[in-house]
């Protein structure tokens, strides 16, 4: 954390906020407002800001094996130790952002009896939500056969959940809003990696500008 150096920042805000309001959108319950972050240089030394935790950080142009990621977050790609890349991001993303926004997990991964990660159910709610894992993505599963069968098929197929969709686990948001939403996090959960949109492309999603007052 930076102090404070100059209150007269505080006074400033409020009298650009009044002069020039930055864009909000609106919801149900919550107004979402832009960030205003044109405080101009420090006046004084801080000290050295340093990133750090960067002991398990890769390149992600090309693929890697091993496993990463918050089990809730976690890429099919990883589960299945099928190659990652920055594409594995983007996937958490996905499912962060729905997290956060439903106030609630988008995928149940606790096994009942043992109350661990399972990651056979985690394929399992994945299936159920985008459908059969692509053969070329379990091809190059390294971990593959703990979980399918040669035909493709999961071997516990009782886990997978008829009726579990994008619509029906968000209820926070509905009607454009809702289907707009959806459709910015399809483009993220996808078996493939693939098929995921880049962060870059993902920054022109309407969904991040539609409603926002001018």
Known sequence: MVKLEDPEILERDVRDEYDHPLPQKVLDERTIYLSRNNYGRLLRPTGIVQITDFGL???GD?????????????APEVVLD??????????SLGVMLWDLL??????????P???????????AQITSLLGKAPDDLLRQGQRT???YESDGKLKDPSLVSPGFSFEGTIDVIDGEEKRMFIEFVKRMLRWSPKERQTAKELL???????????
Request: charged fraction near 25%; hydrophobic fraction near 30%; proline fraction near 3%.
């Open 113 to 123: 009896t043992t109350g661990e990660y399972d990651d056979q159910r985690h394929l």
């Open 57 to 59: 950080s890769v390149r």
């Open 102 to 111: 439903q106030g609630k997990k988008l995928f149940d991964l606790v096994d």
């Open 145 to 147: 056969s703990m979980f």
């Open 82 to 91: 099928a190659g990652y890349t920055y594409s594995a991001d983007i996937w």
């Open 204 to 214: 022109n999603d309407p969904w991040l500008h539609d409603g926002f007052s001018q």
């Open 62 to 74: 090309v693929p890697h094996s091993g496993c990463i990621q918050a089990e809730l977050y976690r």
